[in-house]
């Protein structure tokens, strides 16, 4: 049987601070530049779910995208958009919210309703330049 690939787009946009509170203020600006300031700074984060599997022979999906859309908006737009994620959401609280560490926390929360059978994909751009995958890898 074929498999298919499908994707949603979403978006969010968040404040953050890239910071290592073991670290002196010097060497977090060292390391993280800018991206370290004390009163954070925003991004409009872009984000597609995609996902992997065989296409059912009844639907014609592989995974219904409306369904998709709400698991979205629940999981990741709810709890991430217009927040500032190192002081409101609580996976940020001790870990630097890079959009590496963003992108694993977003497949986390997905992949738990997400059937086993199929593959979850994330990419998740912090700007048009600059973006991640994550596969559960």
Known sequence: MPKVTV?????????????????????????FGKCSNPNYHGHNYELIVSLTGEVDEETGYVYDLGVLRELIKREVEDVLDHKNLNIEVEEFKKQNPTVENISIVIYNKLRVSIPDNLDLEITLYETPRNYVTYRGE
Do not use: V
């Open 7 to 31: 994707h949603r787009k979403a978006h969010f946009n968040a404040a953050h601070r890239l910071f290592n509170a073991k670290w002196s203020d010097e060497k977090n600006y060292e390391i």
